[in-house]
């Protein structure tokens, strides 16, 4: 009767946090149509022919979030037309039509809202990024990079590789500015491009700013939530893939690639001077790094719906807000910007 009467308790709160999703949610439709206006405008102030496409408008987002994406929209699209769609004659002489296009694509995948913004122009030059990353000291002279670490470049704070501020593209305001609103929001901005073809901005964003999918931690006595969205992998290293390095501390070696470790257990003032192949490694990336966190255990995967600590926890760092755990315990859900920014700074020693 108990097992009953607890697996109906379980589907009516289920029940119930569908409905106050639904109630959540919006399509996303308006902010899309908002921007048929800007690109006709744009258009014509650079002297190109544009066209905006759109796909899946009755995607659904919440609606607190619709604000906040809606500035990160517009400055992907100024700088779609800006600096990718060409010129009308010289897309003729590649061959292309004279009308560019601006296609906004959106759709659900996976518990996330994923949003496109791609372009025909002519795609994101690896060498001028590379050059003006150079000049910015951003890059050190020599040092090679992935194509794809060379299109995250654009994501640093105050990088441009325009020479000069246009009315189309802004007011001087970069893509780092774009990609703090996104992790603000607990999503992520991904970058592919191909030269003489175009480009794609990708959004990565939670379906509600209310609830998360975690996976619950344990570290020492404490109970934590790290997003789901934050972690590439976990794993139990073994001794030969530890490593202490002189200047920057413990090293995990993970698929031929040498990552910091962080230690939670500092997090939460716990001693815990344990080998590292003795504990759980969680693989965490938050702006394009990646470093181990260390735990002792994986309690599961939860969906959790966030609570604020209030203004008394409101500042402290590496930490996102709390959860009621489904024994009534509180946890604590990580911000895994915030862990790096500490181990950078060396709080978490």
């Known amino acids: 009767k108990l097992h009953q009467d607890i697996g109906q308790l379980a589907r009516i709160t289920s ?6 999703m639904a109630l959540r949610m919006v399509p996303i439709r308006q902010t899309f149509q908002k921007m048929i206006r800007l690109v006709r405008d744009l258009a014509k102030k650079s002297g190109k022919r544009v066209q905006l496409q759109m796909e899946g408008e009755e995607t659904e987002i919440d609606r ?16 779609a037309i ?4 060409e010129p009308p004659e010289e897309r003729r002489a590649r061959g292309k039509p004279e009308e560019g296009t601006v296609l906004l694509r959106a759709y659900h995948k996976g518990g996330n809202i994923v949003i496109e913004i791609s372009d025909d122009g002519r795609g994101l030059d690896r060498e001028k990024i590379l050059k003006r990353a150079r000049e910015q000291g951003l890059v050190a002279e020599g040092e ?7 299109l995250h470049l654009i994501f640093r704070p105050g990088f441009s590789t325009a020479e000069e501020v246009t009315d189309v593209s802004g007011r001087g305001v970069g893509m780092d500015v774009v990609k703090k609103a996104v992790e603000k929001l607990r999503g992520r901005i991904e970058v592919e491009s191909t030269p003489g073809e175009g480009s794609t901005f990708t959004l990565r964003l939670p379906l509600t700013l209310a609830i998360i999918d975690g996976m619950v931690l344990r570290v020492g006595d404490e109970r934590c939530i ?7 992998e976990a794993l139990k290293p073994s001794k030969e893939q530890c490593f ?11 698929r031929d690639e040498l990552l910091p470790l962080v230690r939670l257990h500092a997090l939460f003032g716990l001693p815990d001077g344990r080998p590292p192949w003795e504990a759980l490694v969680i693989v965490a990336e938050s702006e394009g790094r990646k470093k181990c966190l260390l735990a002792d255990e994986v309690l599961g995967k939860q969906e959790v719906v966030i609570k604020s600590l209030g203004e008394a926890f409101g500042a402290v760092k590496g930490v996102a807000g709390g959860a009621i ?15 790096f920014k500490l181990s950078e700074e060396g709080e978490l020693a």
Not at 226 to 231: D, F, G, H, K
Not at 325 to 339: K, P, Q, T
């Open 64 to 79: 607190n979030m619709v604000e906040e994406i809606y500035e990160p929209l517009v400055h992907m699209v100024r700088n």
């Open 244 to 254: 202490t390095v002189t200047g920057k501390g413990e090293m995990i070696k993970v």
């Open 325 to 339: 755990m489904g024994d009534g315990r509180v946890g604590l859900i990580l911000d895994v910007a915030g862990i």
């Open 82 to 85: 800006d600096h990718g769609i």
């Open 144 to 150: 090679e990079l992935s194509d794809k670490e060379v």
């Open 15 to 20: 029940e119930l946090q569908k409905t106050a």
């Open 226 to 232: 790290l997003p789901t969205l934050s972690i590439q």
